[in-house]
């Protein structure tokens, strides 16, 4: 979902015209007031902000940027811009939020795969040591053998050699 914050007249009209290009549905917020309580009930992926209102009113512009979660702010002056320009600008944002979404999932899977990867090593050392023990009885060397083979289950599946 994309917010448009507009005093314009142009604001339905420009809301409109977003969704109906990116296939995304926009709200728009005729102040920054109605924004926030937008922001509050919604979760959007953009959030356009007409910078007459930025200059305008600074203090509510500060809990607007205190709400806006992970929506992508894009800055435009609606007084100068015209529909082609909101319309390049929305979909550079979006295009910008996919890309870091992406290389945000990337880092945290790549951080939970080597952490899964101590954990599988130190478990199988641990497996080793066990299985070194002397007069172990069978019924614990049998669960010592399951957990080692369940941990290099794991690994295979991580593909981890």
């Known amino acids: 979902?994309?917010?448009?914050?507009?005093?314009?007249?142009?604001?339905?009209?420009?809301?409109?015209?977003?969704?109906?290009?990116?296939?995304?549905?926009?709200?728009?917020?005729q102040n920054l007031q109605q924004a926030l309580v937008r922001l509050r009930e919604q979760s959007y992926?953009?959030?356009?902000?007409?910078?007459?209102?930025?200059?305008?009113?600074?203090?509510?512009?500060d809990q607007v940027f205190?709400?806006?979660?992970?929506?992508?702010?894009?800055?435009?002056?609606?007084?100068?811009?015209g529909m082609e320009r909101l319309l390049r600008e929305v979909r550079s944002a979006l295009h910008r939020r996919k890309r870091e979404e992406t290389q945000a999932r990337r880092s945290v899977e790549q951080q939970f795969r080597s952490?899964?990867?101590?954990?599988?090593?130190?478990?199988?050392?641990?497996?080793?040591?066990?299985?070194a023990v002397p007069n172990i009885p069978a019924p614990a060397a049998e669960?010592?053998?399951?957990?080692d083979n369940l941990a290099r289950e794991m690994q295979q599946r991580l593909g981890v050699s």
């Open 1 to 29: 979902m994309i917010l448009l914050i507009t005093p314009s007249a142009r604001g339905p009209e420009c809301a409109t015209t977003v969704q109906d290009s990116t296939g995304n549905e926009t709200h728009w917020a």
């Open 45 to 61: 992926s953009a959030v356009v902000i007409d910078q007459f209102l930025l200059e305008n009113e600074p203090a509510e512009s």
């Open 66 to 81: 205190e709400h806006l979660g992970t929506a992508f702010p894009v800055y435009l002056n609606f007084a100068i811009s």
């Open 115 to 131: 952490e899964m990867c101590e954990s599988l090593t130190a478990m199988l050392l641990s497996c080793e040591l066990a299985m």
């Open 143 to 147: 669960k010592i053998l399951s957990v």
